[in-house]
C-alpha cells in the first residue's frame, strides 16, 4: 500500500479505536442499525418493539456490528470484541427458526458474524451457522433464470422472480461454503448467478441497474426497476458500489476474468460521474438540488476501488483507482465523520434510499465500510467478502 495513505489511515484509526471503544460498551446486547435524534443506536433486538418478520433480528444490516467488532479484534487483540461480537453472532442465530423473514441478504448477516468468526477464532459452532446460511442462501436459487431471488413476498408483491445487484456480496458465503466443504455445489450456483447479473443487470455504459425481474418459470429477463435509486434507467450509487466490489470479489473467489472486466466497466462508469468534491450523491443521475448524499455509498465505492486496484495489472489504472478511493475516504474523514461523544455512529448523511422521507442519517453499514476502507488503506490483508 502507499506509504502516505497507509500514514494516514493509521492516524484516523486511532480516532476510529478510540470511538469503538465506549460505543461498543454501550451497545453489548443490542443488535444497531441507526442513530435516533439523540445519537444512540436503536436495536433490532428490541422484544418491546413490534418488528415486521423481516426488519427484527432478521434486518439485513445485522451482521455489521459484529463485523466492526472483529476487525476491531483483529487488530487490537483485545478480548472484550471477541466477547462483544460472540454475542451478536448468538443474537442473530434465533432468525434461522424465523424462515419466512430471511432473504438473500443471509450472507450480509452471517459473513461479518459467522465467517469471520470461524475464520479468526476457528470456532466450531460459527462454521455450522455460517453453513447453515450459506445452505439457506443457495435454497433460493432459481435454476431455469440462473439467479438468486432476492427476497419472500411481503407486502402482496409477487417476488418469486426478483434479484437484485446487493446479493454480488451475498454470493461471498457460496464461494466460502465451497472452499470450506469442497463441495463445488455453492460456488457453481455463486457462478451462476453472478454472470446472469453480469448479463441482465449491467448497461452498455458500465452502469447497473438495481433489481431485475425474471420470469419464475422460463427465466426469461422481463424488466428492471428502480429500486433505491433515483428513477428508472438512473444509477443508484450504492447499486453501483454493490456492483463494483461484488464483481471484484466474485473475481477473486473464481479467478474469472469476466467478473474482473465487469468490475473495471463498473468502475470506470463510476469514475466519470464522481466530481472534485468526494461526496457522492444518493443517485449519479438525481437532480442537482436537494444535493441528498449517501456516504455509505461512498464507503462501498471506495472499499471497491481499493480491492479492485489490487487485482489489475495495469498501474496507470491501479494508481487511478486507488487515488479515488483515498480521496473519497478522506472526504468523509474530514466532512463526514464524527468521532465525538454526541453520536454513537461514525457516518453521517447516509440515505437508505432516494424517495424515503428521510435523508442523512447514520447507518452502520457505512461506519463497517468506512472502517474496513481505513483497514485496507492501512495495509491490512484481511478479506471478509
Ligand atoms: N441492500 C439494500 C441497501 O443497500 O440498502
Given at each position: 500500500m502507499n506509504e502516505k495513505y497507509r500514514e494516514w489511515a493509521e492516524k484516523e484509526l486511532i480516532k476510529v479505536k478510540e470511538k469503538i471503544e465506549w460505543v461498543s460498551d454501550n451497545n453489548k446486547y443490542k443488535l444497531p442499525y441507526t442513530t435516533d435524534e439523540k445519537g444512540v443506536y436503536d436495536n433490532r433486538a428490541d422484544s418491546e418493539k413490534k418488528f415486521r418478520i423481516d426488519d427484527g433480528i432478521n434486518w439485513w444490516t445485522n451482521g455489521f456490528w459484529a463485523g466492526i467488532l472483529w476487525l476491531i479484534y483483529r487488530d487490537t487483540e483485545n478480548p472484550k470484541y471477541?466477547?462483544?461480537?460472540?454475542?451478536?453472532?448468538?443474537?442473530?442465530?434465533?432468525?434461522?427458526?424465523?424462515?419466512?423473514?430471511?432473504?438473500?441478504?443471509?450472507g450480509f448477516m452471517f459473513i461479518p458474524s459467522a465467517v469471520a468468526d470461524y475464520r479468526i477464532t476457528d470456532d466450531a459452532k460459527a462454521r455450522r451457522t455460517a453453513l447453515h446460511a450459506a445452505s439457506l442462501l443457495a435454497g433460493r436459487f432459481n435454476e431455469k433464470g440462473g439467479f438468486i431471488r432476492a427476497w419472500n413476498d411481503l407486502d402482496d408483491c409477487d417476488t418469486r422472480g426478483w434479484a437484485i445487484v446487493d446479493c454480488m456480496f451475498n454470493i461471498s458465503l457460496l464461494f466460502w461454503a465451497s472452499r470450506e466443504t469442497k463441495d463445488p455445489r455453492y460456488a457453481h450456483i455463486a457462478k451462476a448467478h453472478a454472470t446472469t447479473v453480469m448479463n441482465s443487470f449491467v448497461r452498455e455504459n458500465g452502469s447497473v441497474c438495481h433489481i431485475v425481474e425474471f420470469d419464475p418459470e422460463t427465466g426469461k429477463r422481463i424488466k428492471s426497476y428502480c429500486g433505491q435509486g433515483y428513477a428508472h434507467g438512473s444509477s443508484w450509487t450504492r447499486g453501483q458500489g454493490w456492483g463494483l466490489y461484488g464483481f471484484t470479489s466474485a473475481y477473486r473467489n473464481s479467478g474469472d476474468k469476466a467478473y474482473l472486466k465487469t468490475a473495471e466497466r463498473i468502475a470506470d462508469y463510476c469514475l466519470t460521474r464522481i466530481d472534485d468534491s468526494g461526496i457522492i450523491p444518493v443517485d449519479f443521475d438525481q437532480p442537482k438540488e436537494p444535493a441528498y448524499e449517501d456516504s455509505c455509498g461512498a464507503c462501498i465505492i471506495a472499499g471497491g476501488l481499493i480491492d479492485l486496484s489490487e487485482q489489475i495489472e495495469d498501474e496507470k489504472k491501479k494508481k487511478k483507482y486507488l487515488d479515488t478511493a483515498f480521496k473519497i475516504i478522506k472526504t468523509i474523514a474530514e466532512k463526514r465523520a464524527?468521532?465525538?461523544?454526541?453520536?454513537?455512529?461514525i457516518v453521517k448523511n447516509c440515505s437508505a434510499s432516494y424517495h424515503n422521507k428521510k435523508h442523512h442519517e447514520t447507518m452502520v453499514y457505512a461506519d463497517y465500510f468506512y472502517i474496513e476502507a481505513l483497514y485496507k488503506l492501512a495495509g491490512s490483508e484481511f478479506v471478509m467478502w
Open positions: 471477541r466477547e462483544y461480537a460472540i454475542i451478536q453472532e448468538e443474537m442473530l442465530r434465533p432468525a434461522f427458526n424465523m424462515f419466512y423473514g430471511l432473504h438473500h441478504d443471509v464524527d468521532y465525538s461523544r454526541d453520536c454513537e455512529a
